[in-house]
């Protein structure tokens, strides 16, 4: 049975409609941006289930599912690319990730590094359409243009979208609190030097993968300067 929705506005037309209290245990928190080119979302979850979690929650914002057009993968774990496969065939989304990440999401090389084994769940690939390549990508959406930062360190292919509305950047840095495991290909040389370019985008608000929703920018700094410091005693 679905739970009760308890989808909550984030920024004008940008919303989260999944995590652990909103929708499969074991999800990230998901995320989602209303463009005049359709809906987008951001990850999708551990799995196939969290779907039916995600649609009732985008309806109860009065939303139609069938306006999701893309769905963007932050990295290869399985609590954000679980709900993938689903997506892309259901509702025929086009699906967004780093070059370096998608021999993985697409279930071509390094299994292990999904970490499904970790949470007891089957992984579907699903097929990525659209590959960014290099250090910056921007992609206009209709009336809303995102910017795609590569921020390897907790697994090579990481991105960390970023958009700027009203005057506000908002910053969705998936994972920001790592962990980093061998296991994971991740690099603590990367990692921090992603962070520090996650803190020099001076973001007004960041969407976090699991810990939530951080504001005003000072509040942004203090959070991602905590890792730093932590990761930067393990040199």
Known sequence: M??????????DDIYL?????????GDCLVYLIKTSDGLIMIDSGVDKNSVDYFIENIKSLNFNPN???YLILTHCHIDHIGGAYRLQNEF????IAHEIEAPVIEGKEHPERTGASFYGVDYTPCTIDIKLKGELNEIRFGNKKINFLHTPGHTPGGISPYIDLEGKRILFGQDVHGPLLKGFGSNLKDYLNSLNKL???????????????????EEVFRYIKKYIMIYSKRK
């Open 67 to 69: 306006d999701l057009k």
């Open 2 to 11: 679905v739970k009760i929705p308890r989808a909550e506005k984030v920024f």
């Open 199 to 217: 803190l020099k985008l001076d973001a007004d608000i960041l969407c976090e993968g699991h810990f939530g929703i951080f504001q005003p920018k």
């Open 17 to 25: 409609i999944g995590g652990s209290n909103l929708s499969g245990a």
């Open 92 to 95: 025929k989304v086009k699906v």
